[in-house]
């Protein structure tokens, strides 16, 4: 069965710092990846998504993430972190079932960001 | 991508009354899902709503509890019956088409007292 973990719950860096938020998946078949991100009183937002092709995956807000197989990660990341990054991001696999599409979430990971 | 509006965007009931969540999207998509997000957690999925069949419910939820209704390509609503605080969570609605990724309304803040 598919599954997401998010290591770390919790991941706190300095403005202009590199932000890496983590993400493996299990999948027994080629996964369809996403990153959302939902900031507060707000519903989720997609970052970026892999599907497939180029395994480096760039999105909004300047954040980018990779594929890697043989890892089984897809982990999110960002160069220089700004104030307004302060969100909570969610990793996502996509399966299919019952002749659809539907979302497993991991459990999430709260950035902040602090001056 | 669509846009996607929720009402309310936030409620505080009493416990045993029902409370029903809309979710209107301005163009037609094929998918509609709603979710619950309970406080500090993720997201699970409740059911999938397709337009003119029953909803298909996931482990966890039934019907009784959680009714849906899709009318519509443009419209559902979520309907959550006879409240306990143990309800009070974020109600999302997203929507899909195809392959295409889903996105996601602003949601529904439900406090139970």
């Known amino acids: 069965a598919q599954s997401v973990t998010q290591l770390g719950s919790h991941v706190s860096v300095s403005e202009g710092a590199l932000v890496l938020l983590r993400c493996n998946y299990s999948?027994?078949?080629?996964?369809?990846l996403f990153w959302y991100v939902q900031y507060p009183n707000q519903g989720l937002q997609l970052l970026l998504k892999?599907?497939?092709?180029?395994?480096l995956v760039k999105g909004i807000n300047g954040f980018e993430a990779e594929f890697k197989k043989s890892e089984t990660s897809f982990h999110l990341t960002k160069p220089s972190a700004h104030m307004s990054d302060a969100a909570e991001y969610f990793c996502?696999?996509?399966?299919?079932?019952?002749?659809?599409?539907?979302?497993?979430f991991g459990a999430g990971t709260r950035l902040a960001v602090h001056p | 991508s669509a846009v996607i509006s929720q009402k309310p965007s936030r409620d505080i009931c009493q416990r045993g009354t029902s409370l029903t969540i809309q979710c209107q999207v301005d163009?037609?998509?094929?998918?509609m899902f709603w979710y619950r997000q309970q406080p500090g957690q993720s997201l699970t999925l409740i059911a999938t709503?397709?337009?003119?069949?029953?909803?298909?419910?996931e482990s966890g939820f039934v019907i009784d509890k959680f009714p849906i209704s899709r009318p519509n390509l443009t419209f559902s609503t979520l309907t959550v019956s006879n409240m306990s605080p143990e309800d009070s969570s974020i109600y999302l609605c997203?929507?899909?088409?195809?392959?295409?990724?889903?996105?996601f309304g602003d949601g529904t803040r439900l406090s139970i007292l």
């Open positions: 999948s027994s078949v080629p996964p369809y």
């Open positions: 709503a397709n337009q003119g069949s029953e909803a298909t419910y």
């Open positions: 996502a696999v996509s399966v299919v079932s019952g002749g659809y599409n539907k979302l497993i």
């Open positions: 163009s037609q998509v094929t998918m």
């Open positions: 892999y599907t497939t092709g180029a395994t």
């Open positions: 997203s929507v899909a088409g195809g392959n295409q990724p889903q996105h």
